[in-house]
């Protein structure tokens, strides 16, 4: 699977420049780009060989899908004794993740996987040699995968906090170094999956460097990070620290979310961030509306209207076409419930099928194939799976009955429809 491009996160970063300045006097400089993680917690290889021991931590997982990337993107600026930095976060799963303890398919996964936090460690390192590290929580993130993207606020940090309890002159000797973040590593992190509004399963991890790769940690609202503050234990309560070593804070400016995450992460949203979500939020009602809008049209050009759906996927649906005594062909349009709510929750689903039918076998009963096609809409991401029913058509004239299977998707197929050129007699 495609790792998430950075060129994508750098657009949020773009207000702070490639440029790093330092000059004489106090200490100033500025540096952005971006930090990731791959093929966490291992690679497919790897993970094969651990997944299936019943007494390793794996079954006591509720949902932890692995990743292919964890991005973030980066920005700050040293001025004086403060440190303004702001974060980009961004991740992709991979083929596989579990759910219940059991390993599955991403795609068999809920919709609503979110990642809520998590807590990693970004290293320094000046003139090749790494010199000290910065550890971050991010916390209520409430982020779904790539194409979201979270985007902090700018805040203000004091010096010691980010780069530790250093000698100023040994700071200045580093930034002339190069100083710069050079890998970012996993502490911690949290993913929970809501539905209805009503949380159905969460898991805390923290990664270790071998197998087993996780350990669990069952207990949410007590987390001991190790090695933050002055190289010993930090416990993060209930209402945790947002970031780093100590709890004082300073907003500098105001920041935004972009994608469609709905997450607090550092910053509460406003009314702004709601209209940008509106403005972005992508349905397949315009597309359904023009389809039931054609499905009209040709009803009353051939002389059959009426209901189809698939009672699985998209039940709401209506049909119209030609219906003639020995075959007939209907254009068959569905959705289901969520597009027509425009859900921000929920899949939306749409289906397209073409429908013929002859009167080769008998009269009454006629054998039926439907080909098609099906796209779901889901957070910005847009899929195309292809339709193919075999359907029997029951003729009781002026009514005609529908009924078939869904062979990719699934689902029974129903439809009833109404021969109004036998019915109204034009």
Request: proline share 7%; charged share 20%; hydrophobic share 40%.
């Amino acid at each position: 699977m495609t790792a998430i491009t950075p060129v994508h996160l750098r657009r949020h970063l773009l207000p702070f420049g490639l440029l790093m300045v330092l000059v004489v006097g106090p200490l100033r400089a500025q540096q952005q780009g971006t930090l990731r993680i791959v093929d966490w917690p291992a690679s497919e290889a790897e993970l094969a060989q651990v997944v299936g021991d019943e007494t390793g931590p794996w079954s006591r997982i509720e949902v932890l899908p692995f990743l292919d990337s964890l991005v973030l993107g980066y920005r700050y600026e040293v001025v004086g004794d403060t440190v303004y930095a702001g974060f980009t976060l961004a991740w992709r799963p991979a083929t596989w993740g579990l759910y219940r303890g059991h390993r599955v398919l991403w795609d068999q996964m809920p919709d609503s996987v979110q990642l809520q936090a998590m807590h990693v460690r970004i290293r320094f390192a000046a003139g090749g040699r790494p010199v000290t590290t910065w550890p971050l929580r991010f916390d209520s993130l409430a982020l779904g995968p790539w194409p979201e993207v979270f985007e902090s606020a700018t805040y203000a940090f004091p010096i010691e906090e980010v780069f530790g309890p250093v000698p100023r002159d040994s700071l200045a000797a580093w930034l002339q170094a190069g100083l710069a973040p050079d890998s970012l590593s996993l502490e911690w992190i949290a993913f929970s999956v809501a539905e209805d509004g009503r949380l159905t399963a969460r898991s805390i991890v923290r990664a270790r460097p071998g197998p087993p790769f996780i350990d669990v940690i069952f207990d949410p609202e007590v987390i001991v990070v190790e090695g933050a503050g002055k190289r010993g234990g930090t416990t993060v309560g209930r209402k945790p620290r947002r970031t780093g070593r100590s709890a004082t804070r300073t907003r500098a400016t105001e920041g935004r979310r972009t994608g469609r995450s709905g997450g607090r992460g550092w910053l509460r949203g406003g009314e702004k961030d709601e209209d940008d979500e509106d403005e972005k939020h992508e349905t397949l009602l315009p597309a359904a509306l023009a389809g039931v809008a054609v499905v009209a049209i040709v009803a009353v050009a051939g002389g059959g209207f009426g209901y189809s759906g698939n009672l699985k996927r998209t039940p709401i649906g209506v049909t119209g076409g030609v219906l003639r005594p020995d075959w007939g062909v209907l254009l068959q349009v569905s959705m289901n419930e969520a597009v027509m709510e425009r859900s921000r929750t929920e899949p939306e689903e749409l289906a397209v099928r073409l429908l013929g039918f002859s009167g080769w076998l008998s009269g009454r009963l006629q054998p039926a194939l439907a080909l098609g096609l099906r796209w779901r809409e889901h957070r910005g991401r847009r899929t195309t799976h292809p339709v193919m029913v075999p359907a029997v058509v029951f003729r009781a004239d002026p009514i005609v009955l529908i009924g078939g299977v869904d062979l990719v998707g699934g689902g029974p197929e129903l439809g009833v429809v109404l021969n109004l050129r036998r019915l109204l007699g034009y």
